[in-house]
């Protein structure tokens, strides 16, 4: 099935910019591959793509965490939309 199949679309990935990477923007995670997206620098956003409310599609949690900085939106898991389709199975955020 491709994406549009299922009335989805590929969408920036907020917390990495797009880049795939984690930044020091975002100290929670060490750098690296980008928790929230998997890498990939984009999401599945189900259509019409919405931002995420909790966030104001930052991507990015409103309370700053005195240790790492910025955390990942509890409701969007850092992509910064609502109703994505998550890459990869994990712990989650
Ligand atoms: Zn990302
Ligand atoms: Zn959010």
Redesign the pocket.
């Known amino acids: 099935m491709e994406p549009h199949d299922l009335n989805m679309a590929a969408q920036p990935c907020?917390w990495c910019g797009g880049t795939g990477r984690s930044n020091e923007l975002h100290r929670r995670y060490a750098p690296g591959t980008c928790r929230a997206c998997a890498g990939a620098g984009t999401v599945l956003v189900y259509l019409p793509a919405s931002?995420?409310?909790?966030?104001?599609?930052?991507?990015?949690?409103g309370i700053r965490d005195p240790v790492y900085g910025s955390v990942?939106?509890?409701?969007?898991?850092?992509?910064?939309?609502?109703f994505f389709m998550h890459r990869f199975d994990g712990d989650g955020v």
Not at 51 to 61: D, E, I, K, L
Not at 72 to 82: I, M, N, V
Request: with cysteine; aromatic share 4%; glycine share 26%.
């Open positions: 907020r931002a995420c409310p909790g966030c104001g599609g930052t991507g990015v949690h990942p939106c509890h409701d969007c898991s850092g992509t910064g939309w609502s």
